[in-house]
């Protein structure tokens, strides 16, 4: 009796994959993919971690040194003969008079044995040309300070000041700093006797912008962010919010409404410098108003944040149950009652939380405020809506743009200054939906 061949392996047929091996095998792959997945994640998150570590420190680094200021010790004769040659305490008189003279005469005083006019000079140019303006403030605001003696902390020469902190090499030759050996000399006699000093800079907060950077401040710049967010604040808002309410409870649903809808959605992402053209041909060149502002930058500043309040604004009044405007149409309110006095209470907390998150929006804004002239250095504090004035956007872009290195602590402190602005802001808007919202 004959038997069939036992089949080799070489020829048998292929083993077949039951479905619960396949589908072990997908769910490997998945989880791979998903592990690959969420390792890409954390990298990107590690990595933008990492960038914001190093500019954060890059920028307080820099800006520390900048809240001190080098100052030096003088005993001023404050020489009424000089002053006020009449004895009439006229005001013009005063504040027209030469207070440099004094403030040479104080620090030569202090070195006798500098008699060479060059020397002299070069001793002088280790007092800020700030400390003129700070014994006139003084004489003003107390004439009877003349014919006395003030002992004074003037501030030091940005070099100077540069030197105390660190930032110049005093070791290198002399050719390569800015201060020379003499000079170097009678600083550390200045330090030996106690008459240079680091203090808390109070300048930087209460100054307005200047060319010299060991007085300039950006207490005109927030002056001027006052009333420039001031007023965007109260042009916008208003606006937003009505715009917000009729489009989303009283206008019709049409092809009208919808072309607006999108221009609306449309005008939020448009680069900020359009903005700026805007206001430069529609409230400069057409309606005439002057340039550099906190009135036409307030104008500029609220067509770009309309889009996002308006925005904002139709979000929370969406995010309002339908039974709450039943409610009250069935108990006889008219559609304007329902509107006014049950759904916008209840919205009001998201649009003011749209409108704060415009607002911190604005205030970083610099492209706009240039095309309107807000770049000029203005150096005396706004008073008012009507007065030339900077932001403090634009200060910093202006210290940024200057060539000495004392200009470079100014604008990371300034960079600071904003950011915590700003954090405050946002802050608020959190605090404001927290504490106002309801969940339904």
Request: charged share 20%; proline share 6%; glycine share 6%.
């Amino acid at each position: 009796m004959n038997t069939a061949p036992t089949p080799t392996p070489s020829n048998a047929a292929p083993r077949q994959r039951k479905p619960i091996e396949i589908i072990h095998a997908g769910l490997k792959k998945r989880h791979a993919a998903e592990m690959r997945f969420r390792l890409y994640g954390l990298i990107a998150i590690s990595m933008g971690i990492l960038f914001i570590g190093i500019l954060f420190t890059t920028i307080l680094g820099n800006a520390t040194t900048a809240f001190q200021q080098t100052r030096i010790k003088l005993d001023i004769v404050v020489d009424a003969q000089m002053l006020d040659p009449d004895g009439k305490r006229d005001p013009e008189v005063l504040s027209s008079a030469n207070y440099g003279a004094i403030v040479k005469a104080s620090m030569n005083r202090l070195f006798p044995d500098v008699t060479s006019r060059r020397d002299q000079r070069e001793l002088n140019e280790l007092v800020s040309q700030g400390a003129t303006y700070t014994l006139r403030e003084m004489v003003m605001a107390d004439t009877d300070l003349l014919g006395r003696t003030v002992t004074l902390w003037v501030p030091a020469d940005d070099d100077v000041d540069m030197l105390m902190k660190g930032h110049m090499d005093r070791d290198a030759a002399e050719e390569n700093r800015r201060l020379k050996d003499n000079q170097l000399a009678w600083l550390d006699r200045l330090e030996k006797d106690g008459r240079l000093e680091k203090h808390f800079n109070v300048d930087f907060f209460t100054n307005g912008d200047s060319r010299e950077p060991e007085i300039a401040g950006i207490w005109g710049g927030v002056v001027g962010t006052f009333y420039t967010l001031a007023l965007t604040l109260l042009f916008s808002f208003p606006l937003g919010v009505a715009a917000a309410v009729y489009l989303e409870e009283f206008a019709p649903h049409n092809r009208w409404t919808d072309l607006i809808e999108v221009n609306i959605n449309n005008l939020a992402a448009v680069p900020s410098i359009v903005f700026g053209l805007l206001g430069l041909a529609v409230f400069i060149n057409f309606f005439g108003l002057p340039r550099s502002v906190p009135l036409v930058g307030s104008l500029v500043l609220t067509l770009l944040v309309l889009p996002t309040i308006i925005i904002a604004s139709r979000a929370a009044l969406k995010s309002v149950p339908p039974s709450i405007r039943e409610a009250a149409l069935g108990v006889g309110a008219s559609p304007l009652q329902t509107v006014t006095l049950h759904v916008l209470p209840l919205a009001l907390p998201g649009m003011l939380t749209g409108a704060i998150i415009g607002m911190a929006h604005a205030l970083g804004e610099t492209a706009p405020l240039l095309m309107i002239g807000m770049v000029a250095f203005i150096v005396d504090i706004p008073k008012g809506i009507f007065d030339p004035a900077a932001v403090l956007p634009v200060q910093i872009f202006l210290w940024a743009d200057s060539p000495e290195r004392a200009f470079v602590e100014k604008t990371s402190a300034a960079i600071v200054v904003l950011l915590a602005f700003l954090m405050v802001m946002n802050a608020l808007a959190v605090i404001l939906r927290k504490r106002f919202e309801r969940r339904w």
